[in-house]
């Protein structure tokens, strides 16, 4: 299984302002896909990241709010934008081999917006 | 989007108790996961399972995918404080590239 590490783990951030999450996997895999998580509660998908082109979005999340890059095989990074309360939430980063194969996840970036 | 509703939602027990939690949807799966997260951390993957009416077993936990591949459910006998955690089914969606969790389950075990 890949081992995936991100960055931060944990932020406090203002409101109005951006962040980037980066996430580093230990070896290259075909798909990255970022998440949202509320404390104690289910993921939400926000998007597949696609190395050589832009992100897949799903439904109620945009690029202009959530920027993506996959520059590589290993790497891909998630900008929350213009942060507000409503975005205080664990973002976790998933990877796996290929459509339909086992999501490995890291262990989360926990931001608080105030 | 093939919804996945998971119960209970929370569950608080005793150790030493057993508990079942299930996942069931309207729709057939190729396959079905289950991730347990403990606070702090990302979800683990404990399990897949493919076969309809197979069963798997990892130490005191037993993993059963319905005959029809639409439900799934995790048993956990004799339950230790160590298992309390949050306990989430996933299914790929029928192209196969979204992965879609249930609303999960938060299991506490108190001494």
């Known amino acids: 299984s890949a081992v995936i590490s991100q960055k931060p783990s944990r932020d406090i951030c203002q409101r109005g302002t951006s962040l980037t999450i980066q996430c580093q996997v230990d070896?290259?895999?075909?798909?990255m896909f970022w998440y949202r998580q509320q404390p104690g509660q289910s993921l939400t998908l926000i998007a597949t990241?696609?190395?050589?082109?832009?992100?897949?979005?799903e439904s109620g999340f945009v690029i202009d709010k959530f920027p993506i890059s996959r520059p590589n095989l290993t790497f891909s990074t998630l900008t929350v934008s213009n942060m507000s309360p409503e975005d205080s939430s664990i973002y976790l980063c998933?990877?796996?081999?290929?459509?339909?194969?086992?999501?490995?996840f890291g262990e989360g970036s926990w931001l608080t917006v105030v | 989007t093939q919804l996945l509703e998971q119960s209970p939602q929370f569950l608080s027990i005793q150790e030493g108790e057993n508990l079942t939690v299930y996942c069931n949807s309207s729709?057939?799966?190729?396959?079905l996961q289950w991730y347990r997260q403990e606070p702090g951390e990302g979800p683990v993957l404990l399990v897949t399972?493919?076969?309809?009416?197979e069963v798997k077993k990892l130490k005191r936990l037993t993993f059963q995918f319905g005959d029809a591949r639409k439900d799934s459910s995790l048993h956990i006998t004799a339950a230790q404080p160590g298992d309390t955690g949050l306990y989430l089914c996933?299914?790929?969606?029928?192209?196969?590239?979204?992965?879609?969790f249930g609303e999960g389950t938060q299991l506490t075990v108190n001494p």
């Open positions: 729709s057939v799966f190729s396959s």
């Open positions: 998933g990877s796996s081999e290929g459509s339909g194969n086992t999501i490995y």
């Open positions: 399972v493919v076969t309809g009416g």
């Open positions: 990241a696609n190395q050589g082109s832009e992100a897949t979005y």
């Open positions: 070896s290259q895999v075909t798909m």
């Open positions: 996933a299914a790929f969606e029928t192209s196969g590239s979204r992965l879609t």
